[in-house]
Each structure stands twice: as structure tokens, then as C-alpha cells.
């Protein structure tokens, strides 16, 4: 089922409206404009909203860390059902279990996990150097320059994304195999001063570049090369509050490969360089050299 929004931002927000069928059970909807299937960031994004509006005091204990095992490809004829479970409500923790049903098939399952942050020791990895986002184009913009990339401009883009580099079929162009993304991302309008929306968005974003070190390495791109992918498992871990109405950096890389999977490692930074969020992926991957970029 799909619903019709002006903007790409708008149908994030309506995605982020799961709609309460009972007090443990929602629906998430679809967007008007989606690729062949569910964005494993939407059902990210909807199974961090229906955990989340079961814990009464989110603000007091936030979403710390939410893990998704992808099933099945996901549907867009129908809508799906997050079934949560209460594992687990104490003063300061809660842990949520989360099912996401289409019809009768179970097609992800999410651990998530609520605290109230508390002081203690705090170190982190050093955001790497780089270009302001400022002066950095919009990746839509580059999509007007190539053919075949249907899987970006036929889907929802609601974040504002800056390569400080460039995007993968550029990086072909130039003959270049970088093994780490970098990218800025931001809500494309105002999101609400609801911290389980940041959160969600978050979330949400988490998806979006994770398999570009994986085909740049091997110097492959999207649109060219025939590249297969689905996302088997998502782990993210968040350190501090996002504030996705802000800038944030997402870092990324693939430490290895083998079996036709690989692992992605990312993180995520405040534009003040603290790390707020850490995010590891794995993904199916089926890669094939197609032809020369143009």
C-alpha cells in the first residue's frame, strides 16, 4: 500500500507515521515512489518508530542500538505489520523485539535497545579531514549527467547527500578504486523536535551508501556494471542523540569479502567532529564487469 506526498521529504514523514493497530502492533506504509522493493532503511526507520512508541519515557531512555536480520525482500503491494514484544522495562533500560510480518511471511526481525545515558568513560575514532559539505554538490544533481541509475532517481531521496569525494560511476570515470565513502546527509526539510524521529532518520540513513566501498574497490559502479546486492544483517549503535535536522558525516568501508558477502563498518559524525552513531553491515553481493564508463 502507498500513500502520495508532494516531496521526497514529506514521504519520510509519512513513513515515520507507523500507524498504531493495537498497543504492541503497526503498520508501516509504503511511498508512492519506490525501487522493485522495500529499502532495508524504511523498514529500519519504521521498526525504530514501533519499538520506540512502546517505551512511555523514550527521552529518558533513547534508542541505543537497533539490529535487523532481513529475511525476505520486502514487498510494495502490501503494507507491513511491526509486531513488538517487551523483553525488557527497567528504570533505566528497555529492550524491544520486533517482527515485521507482510500477510503471514516474517520478512526482517529487530533487536532494539533503549538506556538512559549515564557518565561515564568516553573516547571515540577521530573524524577524518574532510571538505565542508557547504561547497560539496548534491549527489541528485549527478544523476541528471548519467544513465541507468534508476535505482536512485526512481526512489524516495529525502536526505540531502554530499560525497566529499565523488560518486562511484565519477570514481570510474577518473580510473580511481578508493576503499573508504564519505558522505554528509541531512534531512532535506525540518524534521519535528522528536528525538525518536532523529533517531528513526538515522536509521534510515544508515542504508544509504554502505555498499559503495564494497563495488569502488573493485572498481565497479552503479549504472554500469551489473551489480547484485541485498542486505542480509544491519547493526547500528547509537553513542549520542542525532540531530538529523544538521549536518552529519557517515564514513564507510568494507574490511573483507568472501562467499559472495561482504562486511561493511561505518560511522557516523556530528559536524563538530564528535561520533555519534556506529553502524556494521552485511550484504550479498554479486558484482559483474558490464562496460566502460562514459
Known amino acids: 500500500m502507498t500513500h502520495t506526498q508532494t516531496t521526497d521529504f514529506e514521504a519520510l514523514l509519512h513513513l515515520l507515521e507507523?500507524?498504531?493497530i493495537d498497543a504492541d502492533t503497526f503498520a508501516g506504509h509504503h511511498p508512492?515512489?519506490?525501487w522493485r522493493r522495500v529499502f532495508g532503511g524504511q523498514f529500519l526507520a519504521q521498526a525504530a518508530m514501533a519499538a520506540g512508541r512502546t517505551v512511555t519515557d523514550y527521552e529518558r531512555r533513547p534508542l541505543h542500538t537497533l539490529s535487523a536480520h532481513f529475511v525476505r525482500a520486502g514487498s510494495l503491494d502490501e503494507s507491513v505489520s511491526y509486531h513488538v514484544e517487551r523483553l525488557r522495562d527497567e528504570r533505566t533500560l528497555?529492550?524491544?523485539a520486533v517482527t515485521a510480518y507482510q500477510g503471514e511471511q516474517i520478512v526482517a526481525v529487530f533487536l532494539a535497545g533503549f538506556q538512559a545515558p549515564r557518565a561515564g568513560?568516553?573516547?571515540q575514532i577521530p573524524m577524518p579531514s574532510v571538505p565542508a559539505p557547504q561547497g560539496l554538490p548534491q549527489i541528485a544533481k549527478s544523476f541528471a549527467r548519467r544513465t541507468g541509475l534508476e535505482m536512485f532517481t526512481n526512489t524516495l531521496m529525502p536526505l540531502d547527500i554530499r560525497y566529499t569525494d565523488a560518486?562511484?560511476?565519477e570514481l570510474q570515470r577518473q580510473g580511481r578504486r578508493p576503499t573508504v565513502c564519505r558522505a554528509w546527509m541531512r534531512a532535506q526539510g525540518t524534521l519535528p523536535d522528536d528525538p525518536l524521529i532523529h533517531a528513526a532518520v538515522l536509521a534510515f540513513?544508515?542504508?544509504q551508501t554502505p555498499l559503495d566501498p564494497i563495488i569502488t574497490r573493485h572498481g565497479l559502479a552503479w549504472g554500469i556494471d551489473r551489480v547484485v546486492a541485498a542486505t542480509l544483517d544491519h547493526h547500528l549503535w547509537i553513542h549520542r542523540p542525532?540531530?538529523?535536522n544538521d549536518w552529519i558525516l557517515y564514513t564507510t568501508e568494507s574490511p573483507t569479502a568472501a562467499a559472495s558477502r561482504a562486511l561493511v563498518a561505518g560511522e557516523f559524525y556530528a559536524y563538530d567532529g564528535t561520533q555519534i552513531a556506529t553502524a556494521i553491515q552485511e550484504d550479498a553481493v554479486l558484482a559483474y564487469r558490464h562496460?566502460?564508463?562514459s
Do not use: C, F, I, N
Open 32 to 34: 508512492a515512489k519506490s
Open 94 to 96: 528497555a529492550s524491544r
Open 242 to 244: 542525532p540531530r538529523m
Open 291 to 293: 562496460r566502460t564508463a
Open 205 to 207: 540513513g544508515s542504508d
Open 18 to 20: 507507523v500507524e498504531p
Open 167 to 169: 560518486p562511484p560511476w
Open 121 to 123: 568513560l568516553e573516547h
